[in-house]
């Protein structure tokens, strides 16, 4: 599958999802990586939290995991595309870093597929939507991109203990990775300082991340 084929989903503007709809995905996000461990809980209930959030996706299997990896990897695409596209970014660190990105992202998702393909596994087809204001202003799209990024991130990291294949489970660790390093970029553009302002990233259950996702036509 070719980079021009991943990118072909439709993103639409749905007006019936509202900031505040999305930014509810933030309220489950921080719920649970509070019951995670931050905050100050114990570090033995941080890693019963841990626990219960691998176990949401045992028993899945590769094929359905990287499927719902692979819709989260292009919506990111799309959406950082959308932040490059805007105009609301003009000076040149700004539009690099959103640009390389939206490339990561972009080349998350066509490898993904690829092993999708390998597998024997249909390709989703997510009819992606984001909330009318994604690109109201650059901070609003900062917001919203400090709140995709750790989903993606909790998704990886509580998927990676149910992946059979340890070459996939891998390249899952590499993509994780380097969605931690986006993160921080934006926190970076953000001007939060220091950005690195997190001393352990935290697995987010399925439930979570499906919930974060079905606004933006995310399915299982």
Not at 100 to 119: C, N, T, Y
Not at 208 to 213: D, M, S
């Amino acid at each position: 599958m070719d980079g021009a084929e991943s990118r072909a989903s439709l993103v639409g503007f749905d007006r019936e999802h509202s900031r505040r709809d999305f930014l509810k995905t933030a309220g489950w996000v921080t719920a649970a990586l509070s019951a995670a461990g931050f905050g100050g809980v114990a570090l033995a209930s941080r890693a019963d939290a841990q626990e219960a959030a691998y176990t949401t996706y045992q028993g899945l299997g590769d094929a359905a995991i990287l499927s719902v990896a692979y819709q989260l990897e292009l919506l990111e695409g799309n959406f950082y595309a959308a932040g490059v596209d805007s105009g609301l970014f003009t000076d040149d660190f700004s539009v690099s870093q959103l640009a390389a990105i939206r490339d990561h992202e972009f080349a998350h998702a066509d490898a993904i597929a690829g092993v999708l393909s390998s597998l024997g596994a249909a390709i989703p087809e997510p009819n992606l939507v984001f909330p009318p204001d994604v690109t109201a202003d650059a901070a609003t799209f900062l917001t919203y991109a400090a709140t995709l990024e750790p989903v993606g991130i909790g998704a990886y990291q509580g998927a990676a203990p149910a992946l059979v294949d340890k070459n996939i489970l891998a390249s899952a660790i590499s993509i994780h990775n380097a969605e931690c390093q986006h993160w921080n970029a934006i926190k970076i553009l953000q001007g939060i300082v220091p950005p690195n302002n997190v001393a352990f990233e935290e697995p987010l259950p399925l439930q979570t991340v499906l919930e974060a996702g079905a606004p933006f036509g995310i399915t299982a």
